[in-house]
């Protein structure tokens, strides 16, 4: 049972949400992404600090939070005052996919986020180093049954989308590949272009210089049709049928926000 006191002290608490409400922001803010610096949650949250920073006239920082397939940045805005003044570039992986993977998670990712906005969607991007022979979907399906459980592909942590997507590639076209999980996408860039990987299934974000450099080799997108950016680039569907996978990042923030600091 709640002593008086106990009720007071939730009063002034709401009272004190309330408050801060009505002059959001009045303080600095800050933006937790769940993968490394240069990965495209990273890329996604630069501009929106910047700008918001501008808007606001409040500090606005980046916070990079790696580690259990971005479940360490989504902890910790889950478990965040709901102020507003803590968010989240949401992805795929640590807002959906971690909580079908983590039997013991610390939370709800239904009931423990606010959703403010999409951000942006995006297709992935089968991308191999030039060393590997094969330059077609087909090809590279032929190399892996050809050489069963030797291929690896790389991810930026277990539950990824990168990860997943591998996983239906193999699934869909009967292959066995080894998954190869990293901090965050230059750490497998970096192994992708020497070789110490065969293939990533991701986003554009760091793999991106390297393919319009010629070092790194494109050879179709994740989505069921072609990408107008890329009209000479397949797609997976056209060699694996039923075969379509898009990212989407969303921005977030603590479950029990008002409603006026949300709009804002």
Do not use: C
């Not at 592909?153 to 990824?160: A, H, N, T, Y």
């Not at 997108?221 to 072609?226: E, F, K, P």
């Amino acid at each position: 049972m709640f002593s008086l006191r106990s009720v007071a002290v939730v009063f002034s608490v709401l009272a004190s949400v309330a408050v801060n409400a009505a002059d959001f922001p009045a303080k600095p803010l800050r933006i937790l992404t769940p993968f490394s610096a240069g990965s495209i949650t990273d890329q996604l949250a630069r501009p929106l600090s910047t700008r918001l920073s501008e808007a606001w006239g409040q500090p606005v920082v980046v916070d990079n939070r790696t580690g259990a397939g971005g479940g360490i940045a989504a902890e910790i805005v889950a478990k965040a005052t709901p102020d507003g003044y803590t968010m989240l570039v949401g992805a795929t992986g640590p807002t959906v996919v971690n909580s079908i993977l983590v039997k013991h998670q610390a939370f709800d990712p239904q009931r423990a986020f606010a959703p403010i906005t999409l951000t942006a969607t995006n297709n992935l991007l089968m991308t191999v180093p030039n060393s590997l022979p094969a330059k077609t979907v087909r090809e590279f399906i032929e190399l892996a049954r050809a050489k069963p459980g030797q291929l690896r592909f790389g991810s930026p942590g277990i539950g990824s989308s990168p990860h997943l997507t591998g996983e239906l590639l193999k699934s869909l076209a009967g292959i066995d590949m080894v998954h190869v999980p990293y901090k965050g996408s230059p750490q497998y860039t970096i192994n992708l272009l020497a070789g110490r990987i065969d293939v990533v299934i991701a986003s554009a974000g760091a793999l991106l210089p390297h393919i319009r450099s010629g070092r790194l080799r494109l050879i179709a997108v994740s989505t069921a049709q072609r990408d107008p950016a890329y009209p000479d680039v397949p797609a997976i569907n056209e060699t694996v049928p039923g075969f379509d996978v898009f990212g989407w990042f969303g921005l977030l923030t603590t479950a029990g926000t008002p409603a006026s600091v949300m709009k804002k």
